[in-house]
Every structure is written in structure tokens, then in C-alpha cells.
């Protein structure tokens, strides 16, 4: 296990399991987190023994989205790193300061992540909101309960969508649309229905689901796996995927500026008990 008591590393090769273990604030994502998250995945691309990643969370929702409210949120703390170039954001202010870090640890981890060159499968059950869609929509494959729900609520903030923009590609441009225009739940059924989910199981069958599709992605060679998610991949960036991707995280940052200038705080005055309210 690793020592990062925010994430859970387990070996059951050929796999590896990296579950978020924030159950009591439905694995909502601090920075503590994600550098947690991101030294898994390091662990994992690096252990020939792994040939296949699984992300899970612990409890009974996979996440609900960036952490803005628990004890242990830490936005305003620096963390050493990893993703890009950009400066500390600790002792900045303003747009430079959410720009810097945002563009740390939400883009630029998502886009390390999603790159990484092994098969990496979501085990979704509960809520999958908005921070939680980034991190399931980096993976290749999605299982899915059939009680998992998805949404993203935040142009209830202003804002026109999570940091890592990928609507319009994991689901038709209309759903994406309606999806962001209402901030409704859609069930796992539906995001099978869209094609946005590749599984969906009972709850009590999606631990073994999951492993056994993963295993099953395992029985293959590992060169070829890594070529055939490149080739997937490449493919999305000339859908536009990775410019969209930039253009989308410029359009949230002028929405965070808007609000900050215009209402109560760059969240436009939704904290958590607005949004749940809501």
C-alpha cells in the first residue's frame, strides 16, 4: 500500500488498483490528492509486472468532484510540481494565481494521465461530478453500477465546464449540450446508452466486472496495447480534442475572472451547500 493516506495502491498483477480513499467526503479531490493520484500512476507506468491500471473509489461513490469545502481542502498550499512548468500559485493572486495551479493540477495531470501508454480502466459506482468526470473520461474504459450518475453542474457557477473539456468527445455534441445547459444527473444508463460508459454491472458485481475486463485487456502484448491507445488517441487530438482541450480551460479562466470581479468569490457565490442545494 502506498503511504499516501488519500490513495490506495494495490498490486494484483498483472494489474494495478489505485482507489481514492476520501470515503467520507465522497473521495472529493484536494491537491493532496491528486499528487497522490499522479504518484500512483507514476508507480504503475514504471512496474513491468503491471500491465493494466484500474482507478476506483473508495466507498459508496467514485467522486464527487474538486474538493471546495472539506476540512482538508488545500488549494491555497504549494505542493512540489510535477505536471508543467508553470510557477507556484501559493503566493500569487488573482487569475495568475488559480491559472498557475489549475493549470497544474487539473489540466496538465489530466493530460499526463491520459497518455499514460498502459490501459487504465474506471470503477465508477455513485456519484462521478464534475473533478470525478476528468478523472474517469483520462481513462480507456469505464465500468460502470447500474446507480452511478454523472454530471457536471458547474455553469450553475458560471463557469462552461470542468477544466478538462472533453464533452463533445465522449458523448454527441447535443447530450454535451444538454448535459452542461440543465447540470442534471445522467444515470449510467444513459452514458451507456452515448457510449460514454463501456460497462454497466449490478453494484455488488463491479469490483470482479472490472478485473475481469482488465485482465482480459492484459492477455495482450504490451507494445501493442501501448500502440493501439496512441493510435486511439492521436486519433481524438485530430478531432480536435487536445485545441479544444486549451481553448475551453481559457474560457473558464475568463469565467472565474468574471465572477471574481462580478459576485462574492471566482465561483460565483456556489459553495457546497449552494451546488447541493442546488
Known amino acids: 500500500m502506498t503511504p499516501d493516506a488519500t490513495v490506495r495502491y494495490e498490486r494484483r498483477a498483472p494489474l494495478a488498483w489505485i482507489t481514492m480513499n476520501r470515503p467520507e467526503y465522497r473521495n472529493a479531490q484536494n491537491s493532496a490528492m491528486t499528487y497522490a493520484l499522479d504518484r500512483a500512476f507514476y508507480r504503475?507506468?514504471?512496474?513491468?509486472?503491471?500491465?493494466?491500471?484500474?482507478?476506483?473509489?473508495?466507498?459508496?461513490?467514485?467522486?464527487?468532484?474538486?474538493?471546495?469545502?472539506?476540512?482538508?481542502?488545500?488549494?491555497?498550499?504549494?505542493?512540489e510540481r510535477r505536471a508543467g512548468l508553470w510557477w507556484d500559485h501559493s503566493d500569487k493572486e488573482g487569475a495568475e494565481q488559480r491559472f498557475a495551479r489549475e493549470s497544474e493540477v487539473y489540466l496538465g495531470m489530466c493530460r499526463r494521465w491520459r497518455e499514460l501508454p498502459k490501459p487504465v480502466l474506471a470503477s465508477v459506482q455513485g456519484a462521478c461530478v464534475a473533478g470525478g468526470l476528468m478523472l474517469a473520461w483520462v481513462c480507456d474504459l469505464i465500468v460502470a453500477s447500474e446507480d452511478a450518475f454523472f454530471a457536471d453542474p458547474v455553469v450553475r457557477m458560471g463557469i462552461p465546464g470542468v477544466e478538462y473539456f472533453a464533452h463533445p468527445w465522449v458523448m454527441p455534441p447535443r447530450v454535451a449540450k444538454e448535459f452542461l445547459y440543465t447540470g442534471d444527473r445522467m444515470s449510467a444508463r444513459r452514458?451507456?446508452?452515448?457510449?460514454?460508459?463501456?460497462?454497466?454491472?449490478?453494484?455488488?458485481?463491479?469490483?470482479?466486472?472490472?478485473?475481469d475486463l482488465a485482465r482480459r485487456v492484459a492477455r495482450m502484448p504490451r507494445m501493442g496495447l501501448a500502440l493501439a491507445k496512441r493510435a486511439v488517441n492521436q486519433a481524438e487530438d485530430l478531432q480536435g480534442l487536445h485545441a479544444g482541450l486549451d481553448s475551453v480551460f481559457g474560457l473558464h479562466h475568463l469565467a472565474h475572472a468574471h465572477n471574481a470581479e462580478t459576485s462574492a468569490d471566482p465561483l460565483g457565490g456556489m459553495d457546497v451547500r449552494a451546488m447541493k442545494d442546488a
Open 44 to 79: 504503475a507506468a514504471d512496474d513491468d509486472e503491471v500491465k493494466v491500471i484500474v482507478l476506483a473509489g473508495a466507498g459508496e461513490h467514485f467522486s464527487a468532484g474538486h474538493d471546495i469545502g472539506t476540512p482538508r481542502r488545500d488549494a491555497h498550499l504549494p505542493f
Open 191 to 211: 452514458a451507456h446508452e452515448v457510449g460514454m460508459v463501456n460497462r454497466l454491472v449490478p453494484r455488488e458485481e463491479l469490483t470482479r466486472a472490472t478485473e
